[in-house]
Structures are given as C-alpha cells and as structure tokens.
C-alpha cells in the first residue's frame, strides 16, 4: 500500500476517491455539512472548541458560552472518554450527551461527541451533529463501518501510531458504507521526544489536503499536550492549510477531571482566535 502512495500513479478506491501525489493531482476539497448551514472545508477556518470531558452543566455551560462568545460554531466534549487508564474519570455517559445538547442548543453552537463503542452509536448520533471517533479507535473496523452507515458526519482522528495511508484507508472503511461526510482529524503522532505529549504532523495536514478530498482539521491540544503550546500548534496548522481546529478548554484548568494540563483557560480563547485568525487571514481565509 505505502508504495501505492507513494508512486507516481497513485490509485482510486472503489468509493470513488483517487489518492494521486504530485502538484497535477490536486482533487478539491469537499466541503462536509455539519448542522443545517455550517460547511467544514468550503474556505473559513471552523473553530471547535470546549471541554476534554463534560464534567457537569455548570462547567460546560460556562465553556460553551466563551466558545461562542470567541466566535466558534462547534462545541466539543467527552461523555464517552477513553482514558488511559480504568480508574480515571470515564465520563457522564448519557447525562453528559444531554448537557451538551442543551448548552450547545442555548448558545447556537453544533455538538461534536466521541462514540468509543459501537453500542453508543445511536446515542451519539441522537444528540450531537458529529460523530467523533477516537485515535484509539482509528482501527476500529466495527465501529468505522456502524459510522458509515449512519448520515451523520464523522470526525476521524488520526491514530497515534497510525500512517496517513492507514488514516486514508480507515476513512475509506467509513466511505465504504455509504457515508462521506468525513471530517480527518490530525492530533498529533507519537515520536521518540518526550518533551511534548505528542508531535503535530503539520505535513500530514498539507499532504492529505492535496490527495484526499476530505476536509482536514487539527487538533492542537492533543498533539501538544501543553496549554502554552497550543496557540503556536494551532497558528502552524492553520498555517499548513487545516480546514479547521479542535481545541480543549476549560474554565478552571487546574481542577479538570482529564487533559487539564492541555486546557486552554476560557480566557485564553480570543487569543487563539485572533492569532489563528491572522494565519488564516494572510492565506485568504477566515476563521470562526
Ligand atoms: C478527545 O478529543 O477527547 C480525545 C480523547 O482525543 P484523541 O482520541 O485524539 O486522544
Ligand atoms: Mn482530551
């Protein structure tokens, strides 16, 4: 397979889609509908942002309101979290989907959710309008295919340890059955340095830009693990061409049940936007 990349013929799946490198072989980006208006992948920089995990109303309520107030449109948050280890904090489970249905319906936001499992499929597609699915879970074929044959679109992070080609390809799982409004989602690869929780592969997000037709987006908190990292990762992947962000904040970093070291401070959110926003402004875009 990585030959096929690779070589100068590229290759089309059966879905349809041809993966060719090189400057002729650039297929356009196809821009996915979230929500009934919000296109990810049609020109402006889409910001999603909110908590790692729902942790009650008052603390996703709170996100949620800043995220809006920054001008984000897409509110993020674990009810379903996969956590390193089982005695952590596993999240709200059904209780945190409702919290984030009402707060995002308050603020005009959309809701992007992680289902871990094929079982939660269908609560997940019930109250969010993204389906997330998880670097763990990039291989998960089970839950690629349940995914595919939902209508919801499906936000696809890369698998830590995974290639663009397996990226690709786990995309094409979800293709395969029926459903293309998939949204990839580079947050960061493992790599000998340990200085950073991750690395952000920023030339992923260039290379599947020009040979995939699937929106790309980054997720700077992930990939960086650090909150003072995050505004710079967020400016160099916008910078490499990210249709959009997805970012981790919270309003009491210190106290967060997971990834509070990651937490942008909610008051830390006009900062990303404005310096994001200047990236994306030099290349001609807008973000929100
Ligand atoms: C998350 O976004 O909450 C998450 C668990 O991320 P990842 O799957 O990239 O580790
Ligand atoms: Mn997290």
Redesign the pocket.
Known sequence: MSSQLKGSNGFTTPAGHTFLPGPEARPQTRPVAIGPELMVGGGPVILMAGP?SVESYEQTRATAEAVHRAGGRVL?G?AF??RTSPYSFQGLGLEGLKILQAVADEFGLLVVT?ALGVEQLALVVEYADVI?I????MQHYPLLWAAGETEKPVLL?RG?MSTIEEWLMAAEHVASRGNERIIL?E?GIRSFDTATRNTLDSTAIALVKQISPFPVIA?PS?ATGRANLVIPAARAAVAAGADGL?V?CHPDPGAALS?GEQALPLEWLPQLVNEAGRVAAALGRTLS
Request: hydrophobic letters at 10%; glycine letters at 10%; proline letters at 5%.
């Open positions: 790692c993020r674990g979290k996969p992680e997330q998880g670097s763990r879970n992070k830590f989602c947050r997720d992930h997805l981790e990834d």
